[in-house]
């Protein structure tokens, strides 16, 4: 029964800036989005930000709409495992993709209507892979260890 429920789980990179450390930000993933989270490492970095993984589980709708609401936070999030690149030769520029990315990294460049890919806004939901026709958004590891 619990599969059912929770089909979408992945293990993020939370980085949060010193002004949201001391808020339960991460409760409201919960409290408002439905999502079970699993807290596997937390840490105050010198500078006062806040760096956290955690395993978070829940429908890929309450997952984006969580995402979405930890970047309007101003939380950095981060795929722990993975990052997605762009295969520049396949992109047709239809634009599909930016409908379903929860984070703007994906966005239509007007007036030119080029879709944009900004890596640093990414948080590897994988949301873009299957919405992609020609398959031009692909999934490798990432090359960053964690809490380095
Ligand atoms: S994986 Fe794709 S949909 Fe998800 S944040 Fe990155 S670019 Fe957007
Ligand atoms: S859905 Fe695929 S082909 Fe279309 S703009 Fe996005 S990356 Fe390019």
Redo the contacts with the bound molecule.
């Keep these: 029964m619990l599969l059912e429920v929770y089909v979408y789980s992945k293990i993020l990179i939370l980085r949060f800036p010193k002004t949201e450390v001391q808020k339960p930000v991460v409760y409201h993933l919960t409290k408002d989005f439905d999502l079970v989270f699993n807290i596997l490492n937390a840490a105050i970095l010198p500078r006062k930000e806040g760096v956290m993984a955690l395993e978070l589980s829940g429908t890929k709708k309450n997952f984006k709409d969580g995402?979405k609401f930890l970047k309007a936070q101003g939380v950095h999030v981060k795929?722990a495992s993975q990052e997605?690149k762009r295969d520049h030769n396949k992109c047709t520029d239809c634009g599909a993709?930016t409908a379903?990315?929860?984070?703007?990294?994906?966005a239509v460049q007007r007036p030119e209507m080029k879709v944009i890919?900004d890596r640093e806004?990414?948080?590897?939901?994988?949301?873009?892979?299957p919405?992609c026709p020609p398959r031009a958004?692909e999934i490798r590891p990432a090359d960053r260890a964690l809490f380095e």
Excluded at 100 to 106: E, H, S
Excluded at 121 to 129: F, G, I, Y
């Design positions: 995402v795929n997605i993709c379903v990315c929860p984070t703007g990294a994906l890919f806004k990414c948080s590897v939901c994988e949301l873009c892979v919405a958004m």
